[in-house]
């Protein structure tokens, strides 16, 4: 059964930071790349940043030099470091697959966690 769990969002004033955390199961974890998604109601989903099994990583233009992505496969776990947020980074973040997995027919997408910026 494919479980992920987002968690480590909140409520931050423009300029911090937070880590967002993500544990998986039921998927091959440590031999697929893994990804952070956001996504706000006026807006699709986007990728945010993605990681290889071998720890390749890659971030979207609009968060290059502020958000990191990391992974242990150990412990099936994929972080996000964020630092220096902006409001236009408030969404609910989800991580997944890259590509991301689908159970039967369907996507399959957690529960998400909030991250909102404002001061």
């Known amino acids: 059964q494919v479980q992920l769990v987002e968690s480590g969002g909140g409520l931050v004033q423009p300029g911090g930071s937070l880590t967002l955390s993500c544990s998986a199961s039921g998927i091959a974890f440590r031999l697929i790349s893994m990804a952070w998604y956001r996504q706000t109601p006026s807006k699709e989903r986007e990728l945010v940043a993605s990681i290889t099994n071998g720890g390749r990583a890659n971030v979207a233009e609009s968060v290059k030099g502020r958000f990191t992505i990391s992974r242990d496969n150990a412990k099936n776990a994929v972080n996000l470091q964020m630092i220096n947020l902006k409001p236009e980074d408030t969404a609910v973040y989800y991580c997944?697959?890259?590509?991301?997995?689908?159970?039967?027919?369907?996507?399959?997408w957690g529960q998400g966690t909030q991250v909102t910026v404002s001061s």
């Open positions: 997944n697959a890259d590509p991301p997995v689908n159970v039967g027919s369907r996507r399959y």
